[in-house]
């Protein structure tokens, strides 16, 4: 963990700098009759260097989850580093106190994401048409076809679906891309592999999926937080035997 967080924020450094040294930021062209408030502080390519890394470090420390930090003692740190001063951390210890920090922030936003999860499915299962299956699963029937073919967990399928978050988030979609996708139903989330074997095909199923049928309490990819529940729109076309 320690390592992805700091290699990350390594390569959105040198990105930043990149950026910021071949294009300089210019102040944008005054609307007529509009005073301007503020003056652009940014008077040379240094400057602009600088203001675009500091950008980078917060965008990679928020996609972190970690944008909870006190400014003033960062801004502390990076000029007592590169000005050469005296730490008041050695570096044996920085490591440590990062990983601290880190693992009760991903704590703090398991637990919420837990909270609010719990929440919305327990709303979500006294909604009309929503069937709530012993394993947490829920779905609703949005097209049904009862005398399509149900698939076995040996089988590849070709689906349509859209996913979200349970705030509306779009994390992933063949809709979308306007490409469906072949699969092996055995190869993919619980969560998946359960509800394909109940549907039919040409059926169409909005599907909310707990976070223990899904990616439990891992980050998978930049949009799908630790306990997240998953929403689809599923649509299996065929069966591809």
Not at 76 to 90: C, F, M, T, W
Request: hydrophobic share 40%; net charge positive; aromatic share 6%.
């Amino acid at each position: 963990m320690m390592r992805i967080i700091l290699s990350c924020t390594i390569g959105m450094l040198f990105m930043g700098a990149a950026y910021a040294q071949t294009k300089t930021v210019k102040p944008a062209a005054p609307k007529a009759g509009v005073s301007q408030a503020v003056t652009n502080p940014l008077k040379n390519s240094k400057d602009s260097a600088s203001y675009a890394l500091g950008i980078r470090i917060a965008q990679n420390l928020e996609n972190q989850g970690l944008g909870k930090i006190n400014i003033a003692i960062l801004q502390r740190a990076l000029a007592d580093q590169l000005q050469k001063k005296k730490v008041i951390i050695p570096e044996t210890a920085l490591n440590q106190c990062i990983e601290g920090f880190v693992e009760k922030a991903n704590e703090e936003k398991l637990g919420e994401a837990k909270k609010q999860a719990k929440a919305f499915l327990e709303a979500n299962a006294k909604r009309p048409g929503v069937i709530t299956l012993p394993s947490g699963l829920q779905y609703e029937v949005i097209k049904n076809n009862p005398d399509g073919a149900k698939p076995v967990a040996t089988d590849q399928v070709k689906c349509h679906y859209h996913g979200t978050l349970i705030d509306g988030t779009v994390f992933d979609s063949s809709i979308d891309r306007g490409e469906p996708i072949v699969f092996s139903v055995g190869g993919v989330i619980r969560g998946w592999q359960e509800v394909l074997q109940l549907m039919t095909v040409g059926s169409k199923w909005k599907v909310y999926i707990p976070a223990d049928l899904a990616y439990g309490d891992s980050q998978a990819g930049p949009k799908i937080g630790p306990g997240s529940t998953l929403i689809f729109d599923l649509e299996l076309i065929s069966i591809e035997k």
